[in-house]
């Protein structure tokens, strides 16, 4: 293999640090002392912010129903894409091209687009707009998460370890709890935390179908159009890459042997 | 081995399994039953509920009693040809082309290395690096913008010790791209989209270059290309469809964007913060419904096109 051109790696080099920096100067700003601008270089560091957000009941209610949204959509998700990716992974039918693309569209289509037809459906419906309301948009375009991950998978398992159990005497449902589930286990586990993820960043869809509540990233949204304290933005900010980033890498870790490539289209 | 060595349990006996029997024998009725809960959901809740509110753009609005009028009229999607709707319309395809533009150019050199010079462990740590920020909070790294793009913070202070004040000042006073500063300016909020999209664009493109074959780079050489041409006419060609499959998400994700045109850029909409006052404040359902039409109708073309420079190969 030859050597690659200076002038490319310092290319490279210097788009993944453009890729990261920004992220490290949120981390930056936790510590200063300033709270009404975003004054460079912060004028004294303190750690006061971390005890600020401790103490702030709105975040925690946030938070609290973000981690709520997140884990019933997650759930949801889970259930429906894997009956999707069970039905499409190897069905060879009339109709099957445009069900796979309607499985993708949520994420396809501007959410704005998701979110506004989701507040008229329920208005129409004459649903209140609830937890429940945020849940079903979220878990919406959560299934083609797992849907992906969940496809992937079952065309790389073998058919013949499926004929194999049914030959040896198991039903249908014993083999899917048996052979199926264990062989597309980290699969799941793996698209779940995507679901998870995702749905815990959520804003576009949510400012649609949430009411009065807000979750985690509502509440990021209205403190970034009207900053109160700002460090304690950063402090949220800090925390909401932690909770992310962990079960992305975990995710990672647990397709990167397989053809699933998780990420695809957030 | 004869097959009566086999210890093998009896097969269970009852209602589970001759449902399962059945299942077995009847794959298309199983292949239904698995699909009919999330066709439920997305064919009839999703699906349904797009499709009356993208209908309603046929109906127009009463302009006295602010009410929709059911009657079909294409009033409401001439309506979007008016200058000022037009302008809006235009402005947001020429921010998602630009945004697209820099994305290809920031993201080629880090896939092209990624994907010819990395070995196993740099390569690993490369997608590592594009995939932290591609799932880190969205609102988060609008934010980290903010910061940076502010009069009073980080890019203003660094250009000033650099001595290129004076250059930030000249490109703000520019007419379009400029403001009276980068976090008000179209600069700034092309850097925060391109910033956004990027990762999209890295990783079909160094997927589609991990697809050049090596033996054609070899052949090139053999034949007596230099390095340029061979770059310019066999790698960049075959790198294409890469870089429309990743063109397909970075100019879709900002043509119906509305969050950060309300934190970074001027005060002039885009599309997305038009559908989203119309359906708000202005209960104007029927033109915001038009104006949503517009990123669909838009994106179909492009995906037309993609579909023919084999786009979704690389995807």
């Known amino acids: ?266 | 081995m004869s097959l009566a060595s086999l210890d093998l349990p009896a097969p269970r006996d009852g209602l589970l399994r001759r449902l399962s029997d059945m299942l077995v024998r009847r794959a298309r009725l199983l292949t239904l039953l698995l699909l009919l809960p999330p066709l439920l959901w997305l064919g009839l809740v999703y699906l349904g509920s797009l499709f009356v509110f993208l209908g309603q753009s046929v109906f127009s609005i009463d302009e006295f009693s602010g009410t929709i009028v059911r009657e079909p009229t294409t009033a409401t999607l001439l309506e979007l040809f008016r200058p000022a709707n037009l302008d809006i319309l235009l402005r947001t395809i020429g921010i998602s082309a630009a945004v697209t533009v820099l994305c290809a150019i920031i993201a080629f050199p880090i896939a092209y290395y990624a994907a010819r010079y990395a070995g196993p462990r740099v390569k690993a740590a490369f997608y590592l690096a594009v995939m932290m920020p591609l799932w880190s909070s969205y609102l988060v790294k609008v934010y980290g913008w903010k910061l940076l793009l502010a009069k009073e913070g980080a890019i203003g202070w660094f250009a000033g010790k650099l001595g290129l004040a004076g250059a930030l000042e000249a490109w703000l006073a520019l007419p379009l791209v400029g403001g009276p500063s980068l976090s008000v300016s179209y600069t700034g909020m092309v850097l925060t989209f391109t910033y956004l999209w990027l990762p999209f664009m890295i990783l079909p493109v160094q997927a589609a270059l991990e697809r050049v074959p090596p033996h054609l780079i070899e052949a090139a050489g053999d034949l007596g290309a230099a390095p340029g041409l061979v770059f310019r006419t066999v790698i960049l060609p075959l790198a294409m469809p890469g870089v429309v499959a990743g063109a397909i998400f970075t100019f879709s994700l900002t043509l119906g964007d509305y969050i950060v045109p309300q934190i970074i850029g001027t005060s002039a909409l885009v599309l997305g913060q038009a559908v989203y006052t119309l359906q708000g404040t202005a209960g104007n359902i029927p033109l915001a419904a038009a104006f949503s039409l517009v990123p669909i109708l838009v994106m179909a073309v492009f995906l037309t096109l993609a579909k023919r420079t084999g786009a979704f190969d690389a995807l």
């Not at chain 1, 270089?41 to 709105?58: C, E, I, N, S």
């Not at chain 1, 019933?72 to 069900?99: D, K, W």
């Not at chain 1, 992906?148 to 159990?165: C, F, G, M």
């Not at chain 1, 509440?219 to 402090?235: G, H």
Request: positive net charge; aromatic residues 10%; proline residues 6%.
């Open chain 1, 1 to 266: 293999m030859t050597r690659a051109p200076l002038s490319l790696k310092i290319a490279a080099i210097g788009g993944l640090a453009f890729l990261h920096i920004p992220l490290l100067f949120i981390l930056l700003y936790c510590f200063t002392t300033e709270e009404k601008s975003y004054a460079f270089p912060p004028p004294g560091f303190t750690l006061k912010w971390f005890g600020v957000v401790w103490g702030r009941a709105d975040i925690w209610a946030a938070v609290g129903l973000s981690l709520k949204v997140a884990s019933i959509a997650t759930v949801l998700a889970l259930i429906l894409g894997t009956l999707a990716a069970g039905a499409l992974a190897r069905a060879r039918f009339f109709g099957r091209e445009p069900i796979s693309l309607l499985f993708v569209l949520p994420i396809a289509l501007p959410g704005i687009v998701t979110g506004i037809a989701l507040r008229q459906a329920f208005g129409l419906m004459e649903i209140p707009f609830s937890v429940w309301t945020i849940v079903l948009g979220h878990a919406t375009f959560c299934i083609v998460v797992v849907y992906n991950n969940a496809v992937a998978r079952l065309r790389r398992l073998s058919p013949s370890l499926i004929e194999a159990s049914m030959d040896l005497g198991a039903d249908a449902f014993q083999t899917f709890r048996l052979v199926v589930l264990p062989n597309i286990g980290t699969a799941l586990l793996a698209g779940g935390m995507l679901a998870f993820a995702l749905s815990f960043d959520e804003v576009i869809v949510t400012t649609f179908t949430a009411g009065q509540q807000s979750t985690l990233p509502i509440w990021m949204l209205s403190e970034l159009i009207r900053p109160r304290q700002r460090p304690v933005t950063n402090v949220v900010a800090v925390l909401v890459i932690l909770v992310t980033f962990l079960p992305i890498l975990a995710a990672y870790y647990l397709t990167r042997h397989g053809e699933a490539v998780a990420g695809a289209g957030k």
